[in-house]
Every structure is written in structure tokens, then in C-alpha cells.
């Protein structure tokens, strides 16, 4: 009949119309989704519309449909301590990560200057002497053979740098080189935590136009490892501005929440005054401050010496009354305090004064909480803090902890199993560049504390291994948990925001060595997608 086929025509017409007004609007189909929703675990299809999640299981008709072709839906995963612009600033230096001699730094070296001519200033990040034949700090001799130079080399965890005696004429050091408060100089060309504060001041400084470039860069290399949005664990006013500026601009493609580094007083003084900052891609609602060092260069603050080291027991780079007066300025405006603590000592020494300013659900953050006695991770229960932690550091640094502490500390190492079952969440990151940033690596090492070879064989204190879906709630609802926004993020769920990773392999059930090889499909961030080979 003439009219029927007429009005099915006109219907085809409306349905092309309404897809078309809902170009944000489409089903995701035949799929193996993991939603971490108790009432739905587990869905074939999912509807989003305007940038949300409008149901699950219930495919709109009207709305186009793209074929996941049994690949496997996550939340989006979240890296929980990322340095956006820092990853991209390294990016661009020379790489030192994984190289296993002096001689190869020194070549490494030498033939960026070869690129760069001579009175430029050479940067380098990513050594570690662990990796070298006698795992010694380097002589001064081996730099300073380029005189025309400054060369400033920042170690692996970012708490050491390696530099020449052209770089250190130019600074405020005298001839006599004198450790500072919070500081050490070993070999008149290893800065240690505070002691590097005069050779980075001659740094040249980054530009904004530098800056927003570094963040850009980041942000594709995160989208392509599926990530939708990171914690931005130190950021100082060119960071906060060029974030904010790209966000303005809609060149944000990620998610971020920002932490304001506790130096940049100014800055700190600004937000704290002016409240919460919220933008639909930008949030800043925390401070950063730093309580001690790092493991590898011995800087980390602990309760008992070093092994290897026994008249060190590390540093602390403030005193207990200028922590005091942050974590107040905190506890009064209402915002997250986000501290890096990684020894005994520095953990207990968090604790206590979070315990002092405690309110309800305030969620004030340990970021790295890498070593911790029971006692302490008890009292981390009582006042509700948070550990915010990086897996794949306990498996770049498990080779030569028991040199550093001793057997009977190792067990104090990433105790992400003891601490779940405190009922305490975890937000897990990579602290990129530290490490590579890829949210698989750390999912790997969360659940097997083996290296990329296996190594050990059934894990290194497997009894702090965690189970696969505990690992990958680290990256997502707990995440989603360490910035306020679990109820619309970290789920896959009816009226949630259509933050989403595609993979192609199932993570909870494979091998845990396919994991390593796993490849990102797509990357949703708000309907958007934002990076997909679809």
C-alpha cells in the first residue's frame, strides 16, 4: 500500500534526523563488558547519549550502533599519580631508563651534545646505578670531562640528580660544597632531595608555550594507553595555567585532577582562597607536599638505618611544624592533602599529623605509602586516609631491597593486600615518567609482583599480590574514590559519565603475560572517542 510506504519512508526519515541530533548518541554493541555494578557485573551493550551512560543491556533503536566484536569495556581507567607535563618535557630528553653503564650514560651524553653545540644546557632523566656492574654512585670525573656544557642528569625517581662542575659554577654553591637541611651531596656531583634545589634554579625555565606543548604530548601518549584521566601529582603556576588554558580551549582531551604543589605559596594561597576549581575536564581540589625522599638514593625517611647505609636513616625534607601549618591551611578550606611519603619514618610521620586534623571523609591522601609498619596501616584505618599507590614501584625496586633494608623490613614493601583488607581503596597510578605510564604494566604487577620476565617465580611477597578485579578497581572506582567523583565515575552505570577503555583482551581471565601485550582499542572520555582503531 502506497501509504504505509510513504509513512515508513517519513519514519526513516525522523529516525535519520534523530540520529543526527544525537550525533553524541550511539549503542555499543557484542560486547564483553565489565561494568564493577554489584546489580549488572557483567553486559553486552551499553547506551550512551550526550556523554553519559544512558542504560545498560537496553539498546535505543534510534541511535546508531558500533560493533565491539566481543572486545573487552572497562571503566576508563585512571592513572592515580601522573606529571603530564613532565612526561612530555622527558619525551624530549635524552632517555637514561634501563641503561646499564656509566660508559653508555657517557656516550649518550656526548652525542646530544654533538646535536646541541657547545654553552647549551643538556637534559637527561632516568639513571639508576642499580643497573650498573658495581650499583656506585658515578665520580664527578665522568661528567666534568664536558666543560663547555652544563649538564644536569636527574635520576629514575626524580629524588637525586647527576651533574658537572660547568652546571655548579653557574649556581649559588661555593667551592666548599655543604649538604643542606633535607639534603646530600655525595662525590661532588650527586644532589640529593633538597640539596638539588640551587642546580635546578639554573635551569632554564619552561614557558608556557613549552609547557602546554609537554601536556599535549602526554595527553596522546595517555589516550593511546587507554587512559582517560590522571591525578597531576605537583603542579606548580605554568602547569595550573596551561592546563586551565587547554581545558578553555577544549584541548584538554583527558580528564585531569590537579594537586598544587605546597612550595608555590602564592599559588597555594590563590586556590585555597578561591575554593574548589571545577571544570568539566580540569578539577583542583588538593595540595601536594612532600614528607622525604626515595628508597633508591637512600633519602626515604625510616625508623631504623639503612642496611647497606647504617649511619643513614634517610631524610626529611620539612619539619613536623611546617607540615602542620599546610595540612591546617588544608583542613580549613576544605581541600584534599596529597603527601609523598615513602619510608617508615615518613609514613608515621604523615599519619601523625593527618591523625591530628582528621575530619570525616576527608580523604587526605598518602601518595606512594611504599613502606609502613601494620601498626601504622591501623591507623590509617581509624582516620580514613587513603594510600595512593604505584604497583610497578615495588617491581623495579624489589631487586635490591634487601641490600636496602634488610630481610626483616622487605615485608613493610606495597602492602596493597593488607591494606584492602582494612577496607582501605587504593588509587593506582605509575608515577609517569617514573615509570612507563602504561596502566597494563601496572595492572601486571599488581597482581603477580614479578617483573616482565616472570621474575620471581610465584611473585616477591606474593601474600600482598591482589586479585585481579581488586587491581582493576585501583584504576578505576578507587581512582574515581581518590577525587570525589565515584558517584559518576569508576562504574559502568545509568547516568554515570561515558568514561571508557576498549581492550582487546579480557584482563580479569587471561594469562597473566598476555596482559603485557594487551592493545588498547578505544579510548571514551565524556561520549567522545577520543582515540579508537574501530
Partial sequence: DIHIIQLLIELSKCKLFLMRLNKNAYNLINGNIITLDNIVPVANSITINNGRIESINAPNNSYKSI??????????????????????????????????????VYQLVKEKIKDVGPNCFVHGFGWDQTLWENQEYPSKEVLNRFQDNPIVLTRID??????????????????????????????DCIFIDNAMDPIRKIIPKNSNEDTKRWIQTACDKAMKYGITNVHDAWQDPIIFNSINDL??????????????????????????????????????????AFIDGALGSRGAALLEPYSDCPNSCGLTLITYEEFQEIALRCAEANFQLCTHAIGDKGNRMVIDVYAK???????????????????????????????????????????????????????????????????????????????????????????????????????WHNEETLDRMSALKMFTQWAAYGEFSEHKRGTIKSGFDADLTILNNDI?????????????ISTIVGGNFIYTTL
Fill in 67 to 104: 560493533d565491539l566484536k566481543q572486545n573487552t569495556l572497562l571503566p576508563g581507567l585512571v592513572d592515580a599519580h601522573f606529571h603530564l607535563a613532565n612526561f612530555g618535557k622527558r619525551l624530549e630528553m635524552i632517555n637514561l631508563k634501563k641503561i646499564n653503564s656509566i660508559d653508555k
Fill in 158 to 187: 626524580g629524588h637525586s640528580l647527576w651533574t658537572n662542575e660547568a652546571a655548579i659554577k653557574r649556581s649559588s654553591y661555593s667551592e666548599t660544597l655543604l649538604s643542606p637541611m633535607g639534603g646530600e651531596i655525595i662525590n
Fill in 247 to 288: 581545558a578553555n580551549d577544549n584541548n584538554l582531551p583527558i580528564r585531569c585532577y590537579g594537586m598544587i604543589g605546597s612550595s608555590h605559596l602564592d599559588l597555594v594561597s590563590k586556590v585555597l582562597d578561591n575554593g574548589h576549581y571545577l571544570n568539566e575536564n580540569y578539577t583542583v581540589r588538593a595540595v601536594k
Fill in 357 to 459: 586534623n582528621y575530619k570525616k571523609d576527608y580523604r587526605w591522601r598518602i601518595e606512594h605509602a611504599q613502606m609502613i609498619t601494620y601498626k601504622d596501616m591501623l591507623r590509617c584505618q581509624e582516620f580514613e586516609i587513603v594510600p595512593s599507590m604505584q604497583p610497578s614501584h615495588c617491581t623495579s625496586d624489589m631487586r635490591w631491597m634487601k641490600d636496602r633494608i634488610g630481610d626483616h623490613r622487605t615485608h613493610r614493601i606495597s602492602r596493597w593486600k593488607t591494606f584492602t583488607e582494612l577496607g582501605l581503596k587504593i588509587p593506582g597510578g605509575s608515577d609517569c615518567p617514573i615509570e612507563d605510564g602504561n596502566p597494563m604494566f601496572e595492572y601486571y604487577a599488581a597482581i603477580t609482583r614479578q617483573d616482565h620476565n616472570g621474575w620471581p617465580e610465584n611473585g
Fill in 508 to 520: 580479569t581471565q587471561c594469562e597473566p603475560s598476555e596482559i603485557l601485550d594487551t592493545e588498547v
